[in-house]
């Protein structure tokens, strides 16, 4: 028996004219999937999204909307019969249960899709709010409430008070499929989410490079990918085991000291050049994958200028590695609103702990800024790493993660206690 309902507010889906029927079905089997260790019902009319299920079963429900991608917000909903007397009531329990919570102030907005109703949205307001009102429950403010209280006469009445907010976007899998380039930093969760934002399904591929970086480093970035799936509905990261690799670039460089420039016929030591180096060997094995997987574009989380070897010179040298778009949707953020995002994601606390990434370990004191092509063409023949790039990406480990795994051990968990 159904005893708690929901009601969604769809985000920019409903600006998509003749597609939109195919994004709200998206949006459906997205909530379907995400919901499905659980007894639910799932309704779209109008543009709204209803779910109905157990009382049990609210906490996960609300666990799910808080992170689903294509809606706006969410609330938990009264569904009740069309007359006054009900709806009255109906606000008189949102408010009381607000002021129980400290709220002191209330306005209420209606909706009236029913046009059949004998009350037009400000006479239905006006006669909900007086005994909430008269009884000073709480008192009318139009301009900043505690509470607004919503009504919306559809082919039932809706009544419900302050909304949660959600995601927004557009439902994850109506633009094609992206290979996030997956590293244990604040920025690429963040950059993967954005994309997610989009519509994009999501798979990571992670370089790992023991044992130089620890075990507890790939389980940081095996526990982002997990938290990015509670966005994403599931999740695949490619680990890349890139030991030899890192060893191969840093033992070359070591035979090739220094090189003549192609840009200013000028000598500079090739060592500067070991993170850009690394970094294009890495868009390379990421090609493979994004091959293979059927990716339509590779997404990194670089940001312009956030640290020196991020210009646009050498930004131009990494995504010439590959022949897929190369996203960078935090390109033009700053740190503090890519910390905001990364807090909102709950990714920020597992990003900041310490464990040091491949890219960190073997990092030159004054890397190159502004690297030209010919000189890192050149000396990626000279690394002879293809091999290399071939086995690491046929020898790669693959983990899943299901958003509907996480509801799964909540309720996994919630038995346990009782």
């Not at 890192?246 to 060592?271: A, G, M, V």
């Amino acid at each position: 028996m159904y005893t708690e309902s929901y009601l969604c507010q769809l985000g920019e889906l409903t600006l998509k004219g003749g597609n939109l029927k195919t994004f709200e079905k998206r949006l459906v089997d997205n909530a379907r999937s995400y919901l499905s260790p659980l007894d639910i019902k799932i309704q779209l009319r109008a543009g709204r999204m209803y779910i109905d299920c157990r009382k049990e079963d609210s906490q996960a429900v609300e666990f799910c909307l808080s992170r689903l991608i294509g809606i706006t917000g969410w609330a938990k909903t009264q569904v009740i019969d069309k007359n006054l007397d009900a709806i009255k009531e109906a606000v008189m329990r949102e408010a009381l249960f607000a002021k129980e919570r400290g709220a002191k102030t209330f306005k209420i907005e209606t909706r009236r899709s029913d046009k059949s109703f004998p009350l037009n949205s400000y006479e239905l307001s006006a006669q909900a709010a007086s005994d909430v009102h008269s009884q000073a429950i709480l008192q009318v403010n139009l301009h900043k409430p505690d509470l607004i209280i919503r009504i919306e006469v559809r082919e039932k009445c809706f009544v419900y008070g302050n909304a949660h907010k959600a995601p927004r976007g557009l439902p994850v899998g109506v633009s094609n499929k992206g290979l996030l380039l997956l590293s244990g930093g604040i920025d690429s969760p963040v950059a993967g989410y954005r994309m997610m934002r989009r519509g994009m399904k999501v798979e990571s591929i992670y370089f790992h490079a023991y044992p130089y970086t620890s075990v507890e480093a790939q389980e940081k970035v095996e526990e982002l990918a997990r938290k990015l799936s509670l966005f994403g509905l599931e999740t695949a990261l490619n680990i890349i085991h890139f030991t030899e690799v890192q060893l191969k670039i840093r033992q070359q460089l070591k035979e090739i000291p220094t090189f003549i420039s192609k840009l200013d016929n000028k000598e500079k030591k090739t060592e500067a050049y070991s993170t850009l180096l690394l970094r294009f060997c890495m868009m390379k094995t990421a090609s493979l994958l994004a091959d293979y997987i059927h990716a339509s574009c590779l997404i990194s989380g670089e940001s312009l200028g956030q640290v020196a070897s991020q210009t646009i010179e050498n930004l131009a040298i990494t995504e010439a590695a590959s022949p897929l778009p190369l996203l960078r949707p935090l390109i033009g953020l700053d740190k503090e609103e890519i910390v905001e995002t990364a807090r909102y994601i709950d990714s920020y606390e597992t990003s900041i702990l310490p464990y040091e990434d491949c890219c960190v370990l073997f990092s030159p004191k004054h890397p190159v800024l502004k690297a030209h092509i010919e000189d890192v063409l050149f000396l990626y023949e000279a690394l002879k790493v293809d091999a290399l790039i071939q086995e690491a990406f046929e020898k790669r480990e693959i983990k899943i993660y299901r958003a509907s795994d996480s509801i799964r051990k909540m309720l996994e968990d919630k038995n346990q206690k009782n």
